[in-house]
């Protein structure tokens, strides 16, 4: 069950010099807010308030201008009230206020105790039913604040925020169509309303339908284009559908405009990161966590980006912190278990994948990961039990199968390796790695029956192919396939290019140069 999202939009001037500007508040009992020539009770609209901008007495506001001597700053409404009330115990209104001033503090069975005294003296008044469903949506509390709404709706059934903060209520329960349902109702009152449009843009982007996401995020920034959570909401969706250059301009645009957002920084962080900008991503990141220090995905990424460029130390301090930070978060734990593991330190990286599983036993690439750790040690029954494991859990995960077909391999179990290299293909035939072992076996196994060479090149050239004939080990395992269809004087071209592409490996250009000897004298390489 998800808590329900309350939206609060900033004007842009909001990161101004004066202090009243981006504040907060309700209003004094009587307060008009002037549109125009006209005079409009504050009463009439919802509340807390936000100041964009201030002109002498006057504060701007979305509505229009209200005096500063009208207005309760919202840190204040608590006192102000309770004072008012001792001689006003009749006033509906102040209540109401009051509930949203706890409510905004983080009060919430405050806010709900003055909610319901709201009702009790204005059964009537939708508002009240409002501003208590949103706190009902705030605990966690869904079915009531759905019956709260549901009661503003019958008393107003013109009332457009009531049907949005329904359909945050129904998002949250996970019934995405009532909830599109409600936002485009919201929009149909409102046909200016913002916030539905960008949070029936989050309901189409959960539901996977990306494009009418980023229409509601993109008609949020024409209606407004100041705002911030627009086009961030709009960065993730492009994100999503893999546009990284048009998600990057959104989230600057949305920094820009809310330079403190860390979520903001943290996203475009992402965004670099799947660019291959680890840089970039470090730099966000780390901003991202000076913004928020208790952002836990944050340093996880953070790590995963350090780990990426090697710096496995500065890594290893990204994962421990976010462990310190959330000592149940599998994920950390999987994530320095493999730096460990790229350390070399595997009873560590063991510890800490084991970590990771008890705390999430159905965690299947913390199964496959161990497994990688085990089968590295050569204690290959518990690589078996891992990446079988692995499986089970997850019946689609390739690299599981591709790991148990290594180990079956080392084992001697080449029927089963194969099977396993042959499915982990099925599943992802974009991965490189079960190709070229499929090629390898079919190429260098001693059992004549194992052995196809023209299966084996074409194995091996599409992993030369996926791998833009960039990896020497693929290259090699193309020339030893060569050799075993008889086609020596390929297998000596392919072998002498994967030389060519690592000569300061001294290891493979030494196996390489006793692979060249025996094409040379049209001998096969047997393993």
């Known amino acids: 069950m998800r808590s329900i999202l309350i939206i609060l939009v900033l004007s842009s001037s909001a990161f101004g010099q004066d202090p009243w500007v981006g504040r907060r508040f309700v209003t ?88 319901t005294e709201a009702i009790r003296l204005e059964a009537e008044d939708p508002t009240a039913y409002n501003s208590r469903g949103v706190v009902w949506g705030a605990k966690g509390e869904l079915d009531n604040a759905l019956k709260d709404f549901a009661e503003a709706i019958q008393l107003d059934p013109k009332y457009a925020t009531a049907y949005s903060n329904r359909g945050n209520a129904w998002s949250a329960k996970g019934e995405l169509d009532n909830a599109i349902k409600d936002y485009t109702e919201a929009i149909r009152l409102e046909p200016k309303y913002t916030t539905a449009y960008n949070n029936r843009g989050n309901v189409w982007q959960e539901k996977g339908q990306l494009d009418r996401a980023i229409n509601d995020y993109t008609e949020a920034i024409r209606l407004e284009p100041m705002f911030a959570l627009a086009y961030y909401s709009r960065g993730r969706a492009r994100e999503t559908k893999g546009e990284l250059d048009s998600a990057l301009k959104d989230f600057t645009e949305a920094i820009r405009l809310k330079p403190k957002s860390a979520l903001a920084y943290f996203s475009r962080g992402r965004a670099w990161a799947a660019k291959g900008e680890l840089d970039n991503a470090i730099k966000d990141y780390t901003e991202a966590i000076r913004l928020d220090p208790l952002d836990v995905t944050a340093y996880n990424n953070r790590g995963a980006a350090r780990q990426a460029k090697g710096e496995f130390d500065n890594a290893l301090e990204d994962y421990t912190e976010a462990i310190r930070l959330d000592p149940k978060n599998e994920a950390a734990y999987r994530n320095r278990g493999d730096v460990w593991s790229d350390k070399g330190e595997l009873d560590k990286a063991l510890k800490d994948y084991t970590e990771a599983i008890r705390l999430d036993p159905k965690y299947a690439s913390a199964h496959y990961n161990r497994g990688v750790a085990w089968s590295t040690k050569g204690e290959l029954d518990n690589a078996l039990k891992d990446y079988t494991e692995a499986i089970r859990l997850d019946p689609k995960l390739g690299l599981a199968y591709y790991g148990r077909g290594l180990a079956w391999n080392a084992k001697g179990d080449l029927d089963r390796a194969l099977s396993d290299y042959t499915e982990a293909i099925r599943l992802d035939p974009n991965s490189a790695l079960p190709y070229n072992d499929r090629a390898w076996l079919r190429a260098t196994c001693k059992d004549a029956k194992y052995r196809d060479g023209k299966k084996a090149v074409e194995d091996a050239t599409k992993a030369c192919e996926l791998t833009r004939w960039k990896e020497a080990f693929c290259v090699a395992t193309l020339g030893a396939a060569y050799a075993e269809s008889g086609d020596f004087e390929s297998a000596i071209k392919w072998q002498e290019k994967a030389i060519d592409l690592k000569p300061n490996d001294a290891e493979l250009v030494k196996s390489a140069e006793e692979r060249l000897e025996l094409y040379r004298a049209r001998k096969p390489y047997r393993e």
Do not use: C, H
Request: without cysteine; hydrophobic residues 35%.
């Open 28 to 115: 004094r009992s009587g307060a008009k807010v002037m549109n125009g020539r006209s005079e409009i009770p504050s009463s009439s609209f919802s509340m807390p308030l936000v100041v964009t901008e201030v002109r002498g007495e006057w504060l701007d506001v979305g509505p229009g201008s209200i005096r500063k001597s009208d207005v309760v700053p919202l840190e204040d409404a608590p006192a102000y009230y309770t004072d008012y009330l001792r001689n006003n115990p009749g006033a509906s209104w102040a209540y109401n206020n009051r509930g949203i001033a706890w409510q905004a503090k983080g009060e919430l069975d405050n806010a709900l105790k003055d909610f």
